[in-house]
């Protein structure tokens, strides 16, 4: 009965690792197609995963916990994290300009990666720069526009900001997408070209999420419908331990709240057509 005695000891951890369990089956539920019906406009299924993971932020933080240096969005990090990793049928009445903030918030976390993507050329081998740098160059171009609509659309959320914004984080990824594909044929394994790109790629996608929780059906199924390069050509590249790692440090939440929620966001966005 050692086990009764460590749930009563442990609450916080006992039910923290029962949402956990509940993110993980209901993903794999949804994976093999199974929904055990409707709840609105979705499914039982992903409310469920929702409820639990909205469950998993309220528990990452003890109420009069310090907050670290990153104040505010420490703060806020529940809330932010559920509505970047979780576009679900009862987010929809998100506020537009909380989740234009959030995507500005991650803007100067893509411009540090990108800047770093431009001098790890200069760290690898010669044979493998010139497939590196093919591989990442329109990477400044398509920040720069990305971060100017984040911009604008939070000065001015409306319609016709939204759709440049779309368009925007959808070109970006496709770069993303396509540089780890080259990216593959660089000669060193232990590169950290791969490492490069992944931190662009989770700042892209966290957008990429952001935006397609005030997005419509139909206008989250345009986007994915320019997307040529799937989630699933280039998951083999992916390092979600690390991508983990940056969401969790980004929001200041725990690691393992951060993985699963990563894991959640790659089944939504595959389910989208991404």
């Known amino acids: 009965m050692n086990f009764i005695a460590?749930?009563?000891?442990?609450?916080?951890?006992?039910?923290?690792?029962?949402?956990?369990?509940?993110?993980?089956?209901?993903?794999?539920?949804s994976q093999q197609g199974i929904t055990l019906g409707t709840a609105g406009t979705g499914t039982v299924v992903t409310l469920i995963s929702g409820l639990?993971?909205?469950?998993?932020?309220?528990?990452?933080?003890?109420?009069?916990e310090q907050s670290n240096s990153t104040g505010s969005t420490a703060k806020l990090g529940v809330w932010a994290l559920i509505s970047l990793l979780l576009p679900l049928p009862f987010m929809s009445g998100c506020s537009a300009r909380n989740v234009a903030q959030d995507i500005v918030n991650w803007t100067p976390t893509l411009e540090?990666?990108?800047?770093?993507?431009?001098?790890?050329a200069a760290l690898l081998a010669p044979a493998?720069?010139?497939?590196?740098?093919?591989?990442?160059?329109?990477?400044?171009?398509a920040c720069n526009v990305l971060v100017a609509q984040a911009k604008a659309y939070l000065a001015n959320p409306n319609a016709t900001v939204l759709a440049q914004l779309q368009a925007a984080?959808?070109?970006?990824?496709?770069?993303?997408?396509?540089?780890?594909?080259?990216?593959?044929?660089?000669?060193?394994?232990?590169?950290q070209a791969l490492n490069a790109i992944n931190a662009v790629g989770t700042a892209v996608t966290a957008i990429l999420a952001l935006v397609q929780t005030v997005s419509s059906k139909a206008q989250v199924a345009q986007m994915a419908a320019q997307s040529t390069i799937?989630?699933?050509?280039?998951?083999?590249?992916?390092?979600?331990?690390?991508?983990?790692?940056?969401?969790?440090?980004?929001?200041g939440e725990p690691v393992e709240l951060a993985r699963a929620q990563v894991e959640q966001a790659e089944l939504n966005a595959a389910q989208a057509g991404f």
């Open 6 to 29: 460590n749930i009563w000891k442990n609450p916080k951890t006992s039910v923290t690792g029962l949402l956990l369990a509940a993110v993980t089956i209901a993903g794999a539920l």
């Open 52 to 64: 639990a993971t909205a469950l998993l932020g309220l528990l990452a933080k003890d109420p009069g």
């Open 112 to 120: 540090s990666a990108v800047a770093t993507v431009d001098t790890a």
């Open 128 to 141: 493998d720069a010139p497939i590196f740098a093919a591989a990442t160059i329109g990477f400044d171009a």
């Open 169 to 191: 984080v959808v070109v970006f990824q496709q770069q993303v997408n396509a540089s780890l594909l080259e990216a593959a044929k660089i000669i060193n394994p232990n590169s």
């Open 230 to 251: 799937k989630l699933a050509a280039v998951r083999s590249s992916l390092d979600e331990n690390k991508a983990a790692a940056m969401i969790a440090s980004h929001y």
